[in-house]
């Protein structure tokens, strides 16, 4: 009975956002921006909005967009380019 009673909440919530994004993209958009978690850089240590970006092999934990895209990305260009990380180096 709990699994069922689950099942049409989740479908009558997902109902909701199908007509939200329908009758009304901004709210729709504001609404799903308003749910994401807040985080901070392991690199810059700014607040950011969002689930963010794995920041393995520089860092444990999660970057934002803009460390990902500077720093985490072309180091792992550089270290694949070069075979650093399969002979062990990082």
């Known amino acids: 009975m709990v699994n069922e009673l ?3 909440a989740l479908r009558a919530e997902q109902a909701e956002y199908e007509r939200l994004a329908r009758e009304d993209p901004d709210a729709f958009a504001a609404k799903i921006q ?3 978690p807040w985080n901070h850089c392991a690199m810059c ?3 950011f909005q969002g689930h ?3 920041a393995r092999p520089l860092l444990d934990g999660v970057v934002c967009d803009e460390c990902n895209d500077n720093a985490v990305w072309p180091h792992r260009l550089r270290t694949s380019s ?6 062990g180096a990082t």
């Open 45 to 47: 240590r700014f607040l």
């Open 34 to 36: 308003a749910n994401l």
């Open 82 to 87: 070069t075979g650093a990380e399969a002979k």
């Open 52 to 54: 963010g970006n794995n």
């Open 6 to 8: 689950t099942m049409a």
